[in-house]
C-alpha cells in the first residue's frame, strides 16, 4: 500500500504485466512499418508508456507531443483544455495517438476533432489503460494495452495530484479511502 496525498493505493498492475501488454502492441503496430508513422503522445500520463512502446517498435517513427487537461484530482470536469498544441504537420500521415488511459472518451473525442482538421490519411489509437464501463463515447480505439474496472488508478507516468507519476507499476484507489 502507499499514501498520496490524503489516499491509500493498492497495487494493481505490475511493471512485468504493463510491459507484456505493451510488447503485444508493438507487434500488433508492426502492420505500420510501410507507412512511416507520426506517433502523436498526449501528455503528461503517456510519456512513460510512449518511451517504452518506441524501444520495442521495430521500424522508423516520427513523435511529437500535445497536452491536454480533462482531470481535476480523482474526476473528469467534462471539459478538455488544450495545453500544449500540435506543431507536427500530419496532413497525409498515418497518425498514431498514444493514450494513458481512456475513461469517459471525452478527451479521446477532442483530439479526434483536433486531429482531423488537419487532415491525416489516418488515425489510429493506441491506449495503455481502457475504462469499457466508464466510456461514453462511440469513437474507435485500436490498441488497448489492458481493460480495467471503472477505479482511479496512479503509476507508471499517472498521477494523483501530481504524486505517483514516477512508481514503475499501477495502483489504484483502495475503497473506501
Ligand atoms: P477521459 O477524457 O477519457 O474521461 O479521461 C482521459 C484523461 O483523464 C486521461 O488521459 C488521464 O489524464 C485522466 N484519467 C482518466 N482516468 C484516470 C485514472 O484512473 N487515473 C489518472 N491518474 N488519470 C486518469
Do not use: C, W
Not at 507531443?65 to 481535476?72: D, R, V
Not at 474507435?140 to 489492458?146: A, R, S, T
Amino acid at each position: 500500500m502507499i499514501k498520496l496525498h490524503n489516499k491509500i493505493f493498492e497495487p494493481y498492475i505490475s511493471a512485468e504485466e504493463i510491459q507484456k501488454s505493451i510488447a503485444k502492441m508493438a507487434s500488433k503496430m508492426y502492420d505500420l512499418k510501410n507507412d512511416f508513422p507520426h506517433f502523436i503522445v498526449v501528455l503528461n500520463g503517456s510519456f512513460f508508456f510512449a518511451a517504452d512502446l518506441f524501444k520495442q517498435l521495430d521500424f522508423d517513427a516520427e513523435i511529437s507531443f500535445i497536452k491536454l487537461q480533462s482531470y481535476e484530482g480523482t474526476n473528469s470536469t467534462g471539459k478538455v483544455n488544450e495545453l500544449i498544441g500540435l506543431q507536427a504537420n500530419i496532413t497525409n500521415r498515418m497518425v498514431v495517438v498514444l493514450e494513458d488511459i481512456v475513461d469517459t472518451g471525452i478527451t479521446l473525442e477532442k483530439i479526434y476533432s483536433i486531429l482531423e482538421s488537419k487532415k491525416p490519411k489516418q488515425i489510429q489509437i493506441a491506449t495503455l489503460l481502457f475504462k469499457p464501463s466508464a466510456f461514453q463515447k462511440n469513437l474507435d480505439i485500436h490498441y488497448i494495452g489492458k481493460e480495467i474496472t471503472n477505479e482511479f488508478v496512479v503509476g507508471y507516468g499517472l498521477d494523483y495530484k501530481e504524486l505517483g507519476r514516477t512508481l514503475p507499476q499501477i495502483y489504484k484507489l483502495k475503497n473506501n479511502s
